[in-house]
């Protein structure tokens, strides 16, 4: 799967039973046309898995919440038992490579609680990983 979206928390670095790390994500993409009534577009949530290890774990864990990103990943249908018996299944994705399309930046032009909630983006030009 290829996946263009913005991260919906920072990555998370964890480690397995195995004391292998690894980081966790989830991925907001947004599809089809723009409410009329919002102005925006909806929104599929997407748990991804990362394995990378070195640099690219590193610049992977570091993207704030808000970042947007390129992700190509292997799909993987996962049907497991609930703990009250019940069969559930769920879509993994497994990363294969990402790259930062751009960061939310702290606007400069506000003050006070405002700047805080107020975004501009910042367009990354040969920075990512692949």
Do not use: C, H
């Amino acid at each position: 799967m290829q996946l263009i979206g913005r991260l919906a928390a920072e990555p998370e670095l964890t480690a397995t039973a195995t004391g292998k790390e690894l980081v966790r994500y989830a991925l907001g993409v947004s599809t089809g046309p723009k409410s009329g009534e919002t102005g925006e577009r909806a929104t599929s949530w997407f748990r991804v898995v990362s394995f990378q290890e070195g640099p690219q774990r590193d610049l992977l864990v570091g993207l704030p919440k808000g970042a947007l990103i390129y992700v190509e990943a292997e799909a993987r249908m996962d049907t497991f038992e609930t703990d009250d018996g019940k069969k559930q299944s769920r879509l993994n994705l497994i990363q294969r490579t990402f790259e930062t399309l751009s960061r939310p930046q702290p606007r400069d032009d506000l003050t006070g609680a405002e700047s805080d909630r107020s975004v501009v983006e910042e367009p990354l030009s040969g920075l990512g990983a692949s």
